[in-house]
């Protein structure tokens, strides 16, 4: 007989966004994780845990997950081998490049990125997610989120990793999802 063994990771939270959506840079600020930031795309190549506390009693592991791209369902650029981590996981935190620095309309970032997650594994879309607006300092950022709101209407987190504003409010919402799906 021949047995295939797959291994995922098992993390609470997983971070998931398009290459250079700020996921690493908020697992460093937010955990004692140091996975590698440069600002270039692909610079994580593969998923990264951290523990995250959120006060003395709270805490959760939350799981770097390397940018998927159009088609990762299909395995491109890895996508299928980066997406099985995510089925291992009770939240999804959507990060978006707000100031869209890649040229990736942000509406459609989300929408692409969704529909790459249901065509994984249709639970996927099912999964509670928190929309993240990262990169909130940067001055094209407060016109992208508005228009995310009025077209997504859905509650969206502004943050900036590089100030870290909005990110304590982000972990306490989160945490709280987490405990809420977990049960404790």
Excluded at 43 to 49: D, F, K, S, W
Excluded at 57 to 62: E, G, I, L, T
Excluded at 75 to 81: A, D, N
Excluded at 99 to 107: E, L, W
């Amino acid at each position: 007989r021949r047995v295939r063994l797959e291994l995922k990771l098992i993390a609470d939270v997983g971070l998931v966004g398009f290459p250079n959506a700020g996921k690493s840079s908020l697992l460093s600020r937010i955990s004692t994780a140091r996975p590698k930031i440069a600002p270039y795309p692909f610079t994580t190549l593969a998923p990264v845990l951290g523990v995250v506390r959120v006060d003395a009693q709270r805490s959760f592991v939350a799981c770097d997950i390397p940018g998927l791209i159009e088609g990762a369902h299909a395995g491109r650029g890895l996508g299928t081998k980066f997406l099985r981590h995510i089925e291992r996981t009770a939240v999804l935190l959507h990060l978006v490049d707000m100031a869209a620095i890649d040229g990736r309309d942000p509406v459609e970032a989300v929408r692409q990125l969704n529909a790459e997650l249901a065509a994984h594994n249709p639970e996927l879309a099912e999964r509670p997610q928190l929309l993240v607006a990262n990169k909130m300092d940067l001055p094209e950022a407060a016109a992208h989120l508005r228009r995310v709101r009025r077209a997504l209407r859905q509650p969206v987190w502004p943050i900036s990793c590089a100030t870290q504003a909005g990110i304590p409010e982000l972990l306490r919402v989160t945490c709280d999802r987490v405990r809420e799906l977990k049960g404790r």
